[in-house]
């Protein structure tokens, strides 16, 4: 016999996550099974083999009990692992997806056994069959619910012929000895068992679908929110820097006016052109800035070539002598592009600063292209010493970087994902520690006349 039913903690507490569900659920089921079996004893007054089912309740409860102090295990390890102290549990979800598929599989072994001991398929308990594979699709994958499902089709066939006769449980001319309804029986069963497990996947699938698209859409929100601050933040830098840098400026060029009518040390006048070149290059970033952030108006839109896109790019970068190009096939160097080549030249640009960044003074950088599934992909990779699975969570966050202090802002690979992102392209990051890494830029194919 079984009483399990779906606890009204499921909807109070749903941050608790589908494994404090199932366990709770567990629990209930052994309490509602204990007091149908003592109330079947007491009221019914006919003989039940106590020992085998207070034996699987049994089973069930220890079974349950050490699956609430896995649990408890692995929360106190997220949570010790979480400076804020969330009670949140965030075990591995393959583990706990394992453990909770082999929980349900024995509670449809367990509850077969205690209706086998109890008068079989005329029980009326024999419907909680449809109760385990209801829980069943909505907290395990597919697979999984559709083995249940198997083993509970199994245990019901089982039923029909095996099991511990109860006299008071046991229908007058029974229907169930004549042989085509025993069919017509386990017919139906089985459709509604395959009836629910589908439907009840489905629709856990299209909630689970629902709620995927809601978390991007959210984030999408946030990056959004975060894309107009920073584009006012650049905009407003580059209007407030523009008079002292103009000024700046007119000083520099007065200066080397008058130096030119002295005699003057060679090592000031490089000094003046340094300061010369360094507000002409704080400009430029500062238009590349309002550019990659969003404010693209302005910004040419030209027609051009892998090849061509490649050479735009490495005309800025530093150090050109550490970076080796790999030639690719005409068909992909003379691949047609329609895009805005300054914006996505500077974003790529960053990425290869990067990976100089990371490989050191020595290290060395490479680019190679290809094409694939109607797009361009641009590899770049390096043998620095790799990023680890943290740092691969945060890649392309605004504000963050691994960089020392005064040597980045964190704001390049989220401005260059902003980019590559506006032509419908996008980013993927390759990397393990001590192995370097690549980053594969995939621009789509567009054609000019679009």
Known sequence: MSTQTWPVSLFLSPRLGTSIWLLQLRWMAVLGQLITVAAAWGLLEFGLPL??????????????????????????????????????????????????????????????????FSGGATNPFALFFFVNLAVGGVILRPLWAWSLTALAILGYSLLLRYFYPIPALTLRDSPLEHSVTTIGVLVAFATCAIVITFFVTQTAGELTRQQEQLRKAEQEQRRHRQLEGLTTLAAGAAHELATPLSTIDVVVRELQRHLEECQTPPSVKQDLQLIDSELESCRQILVRMRAAAGDQTGQSWDRTTVEDLIDATLEGVR??????????????????????????????????????????????????????????????SDNGSGMSEHILGRIGEPFFTTKEPGRGMGLGLYLTRNVISRLGGRMEFKSHTNQGTTVSVRLPIADSTA
């Not at 089973?59 to 102290?85: F, Q």
């Not at 050109?320 to 096939?329: A, K, N, S």
């Not at 790529?348 to 094409?371: C, E, F, K, W």
């Open 319 to 380: 150090d050109p002598h550490r970076v080796d190009v790999v030639d690719g096939p005409v068909t992909v160097e003379q691949q047609a592009l329609w895009l805005p080549q300054e914006a996505v030249a500077q974003a790529i640009r960053n990425l290869i600063h990067n990976g100089l960044d990371a490989a050191g003074v020595d290290g060395r950088v490479q680019i190679s292209t290809r094409l694939d599934d109607g797009s361009v992909v641009l590899e770049i």
């Open 51 to 116: 020992g085998p089912l207070l034996g699987l309740i049994a089973l069930t409860a220890c079974t349950n009990l050490g699956y609430g102090l896995w649990l408890r295990k692995i929360r106190r390890r997220a949570t010790e692992g979480d400076s804020s102290g969330s009670a949140t549990w965030s075990g591995s979800p393959l583990a706990a997806h394992r453990v909770a598929s082999g929980l349900m599989l024995l509670d449809i072994g367990t509850l077969t056994a205690m209706l086998f």
